[in-house]
């Protein structure tokens, strides 16, 4: 009988939980379809005026600021970049913050590793090639999307960028980092770690999540999927989704898996059986961003994963959680997304399971209750699974001025794990704050040689 009630409210779980991502996840798209439809008609009676300017939205800047070093916004999960979902912006127009900034598209569920070498092509340009041994391990095409024209071809040590990264986005960045120093890109045997000048993180998944594990990844490897869950729904509709490959719908929001050939003229209709029932596709070869969340799948990038002496690190921690009694509850109820409440609650009473090994030696549940519904905080300061990377707890920016290269420097922020992204009045002055920190320290406190001259300074006479 009490195996009964357990089974009943876990499908009750699901179906909530089910129900919440889909209501959301339509709203974001008929908000980007509304959003466009009104653009359009206001170009439709909107006057003619041919004002003689013309903007190189590929290079991400104007002539007068082609000194400062981009500025690129790399999104996580689910997410988008520019030219997706019509006018909609991932980072809620933070990008417009600053005069030179690039926001990537790239695959919203394909794997860290995938995602990294997407975001090389795009920048330096070319066809992606995700490299041969890990194509045929994985079951996929080796080359995929072609950049005609790099979004910052001439980047190089002399030229290098700063990344900002939400969510799976900021360990994209490292992995694409330690990519360059391993000089991993055919072709470009001169990269190297000094490529990169800065990594911000914001909420980033450095150490991976216990929500995977919620969603559906079995806690005993961290690679497969439990029977019944919300990520084998995610499954299900990603695949059909590929498969119909309709193209206005795929130019209007791609999952990223192009290269793994799912369309029906690739694979039929037997083809699609053969994925739905789970013998083929990303989602056997482990090669999609979730195995990447677990703990034990972090734990597998980490290892090769280092911080450089010559990079700026800073990190945004959130968190939606406080202890009462010494019990860990969710702090707020109105101030956490409708989506995330329940996986902050969730999240927050996380017990491994006992007849289960720890992902790692020292694992403590206590450990892994402060979250913000998608990641936990542990996980968001600083790299520090299997090994503990060099990190200093910031409570005011002056404490870390003049920033040191090579140390992870974070803030722990009252936020949910969407509050920064997509819907700007949620954040109100917040949003401000967070963002404005971040463009000012990417412009004038973190360099390697003399500080550019910004726009708005002029050069004195010498």
């Known amino acids: 009988m009490i195996?009964?009630?357990?089974?009943?409210?876990?499908?009750?779980?699901?179906?909530?939980?089910?129900?919440?991502?889909?209501?959301?996840?339509?709203?974001?798209?008929?908000?980007?379809?509304?959003?466009?439809?009104?653009?359009?008609?206001?170009?439709?009676?909107?006057?003619?005026?041919?004002?003689?300017?013309?903007?190189?939205?590929?290079?991400?800047?104007?002539?007068?600021?082609?000194?400062?070093?981009?500025?690129?916004?790399?999104?996580?999960?689910?997410?988008?970049?520019?030219?997706?979902?019509?006018?909609?912006?991932?980072?809620?127009?933070?990008?417009?913050?600053?005069?030179?900034?690039?926001?990537?598209?790239?695959?919203?569920?394909?794997?860290?590793?995938?995602?990294?070498?997407?975001?090389?092509?795009?920048?330096?340009?070319?066809?992606?090639?995700?490299?041969?041994?890990?194509?045929?391990?994985?079951?996929?095409?080796?080359?995929?999307?072609?950049?005609?024209?790099?979004?910052?071809?001439?980047?190089?040590?002399?030229?290098?960028?700063?990344?900002?990264?939400?969510?799976?986005?900021?360990?994209?960045?490292?992995?694409?980092?330690?990519?360059?120093?391993?000089?991993?890109?055919?072709?470009?045997?001169?990269?190297?770690?000094?490529?990169?000048l800065s990594i911000t993180s914001l909420s980033g998944a450095f150490n991976g999540t216990t929500r995977t594990y919620l969603d559906g990844m079995q806690p005993e490897d961290g690679r497969c999927l439990k029977p019944i869950c919300l990520l084998q729904l995610c499954r299900l509709g990603v695949i059909v989704y590929d498969w119909f490959d309709i193209p206005w719908l795929k130019a209007y929001y791609n999952f990223g898996f192009d290269h793994f050939n799912l369309s029906w003229k690739k694979i039929g209709v037997w083809g699609l059986v053969d994925c739905l029932l789970g013998n083929t596709g990303p989602f056997v070869s482990g090669d999609w961003i979730l195995p990447d969340l677990t703990i034990q799948g972090s734990i597998r990038l980490n290892y090769h994963l280092n911080t450089f002496p010559n990079t700026f690190y800073f990190s945004y921690a959130t968190k939606r959680t406080r202890k009462i009694m010494g019990v860990t509850v969710p702090s707020s109820i109105l101030g956490i997304h409708p989506m995330l409440f329940i996986r902050v609650l969730q999240m927050s009473q996380w017990r491994h399971p006992p007849d289960v090994p720890p992902p790692y030696k020292g694992y403590r549940d206590e450990d892994w209750q402060d979250n913000d519904g998608a990641l936990n905080t542990i996980s968001m300061t600083h790299p520090r699974i299997p090994t503990e990377h060099p990190s200093h707890f910031v409570v005011n920016d002056s404490e870390c001025q003049p920033l040191q290269p090579g140390i992870w420097y974070y803030k722990i922020v009252e936020a949910d794990h969407v509050l920064f992204i997509v819907n700007r009045e949620r954040a109100g002055v917040q949003f401000d704050l967070i963002y404005d920190s971040i463009f000012e320290r990417c412009r004038k406190h973190v360099f390697r040689k003399t500080p550019p001259t910004l726009p708005d300074q002029s050069v004195p006479n010498q």
């Open 3 to 196: 195996r009964l009630w357990i089974l009943a409210l876990q499908m009750s779980e699901l179906f909530v939980s089910s129900v919440v991502h889909l209501v959301y996840g339509f709203y974001i798209f008929s908000t980007a379809v509304a959003f466009d439809l009104s653009q359009a008609l206001n170009d439709c009676f909107k006057p003619n005026v041919n004002i003689g300017v013309k903007e190189d939205e590929s290079r991400g800047g104007s002539p007068s600021v082609d000194g400062l070093p981009p500025i690129v916004l790399v999104h996580g999960i689910f997410g988008f970049g520019k030219g997706r979902l019509g006018g909609l912006s991932y980072f809620a127009g933070a990008e417009k913050k600053d005069e030179r900034v690039l926001v990537p598209d790239l695959g919203s569920l394909t794997s860290i590793y995938d995602r990294a070498r997407e975001l090389f092509y795009y920048l330096k340009g070319g066809q992606v090639d995700y490299g041969e041994e890990h194509s045929k391990a994985c079951g996929h095409s080796q080359f995929g999307r072609i950049y005609e024209q790099g979004n910052y071809p001439e980047w190089d040590e002399d030229h290098p960028i700063h990344f900002v990264g939400h969510s799976a986005g900021a360990q994209v960045v490292r992995v694409l980092q330690q990519m360059l120093a391993d000089k991993a890109f055919k072709g470009y045997e001169n990269s190297s770690e000094n490529w990169v």
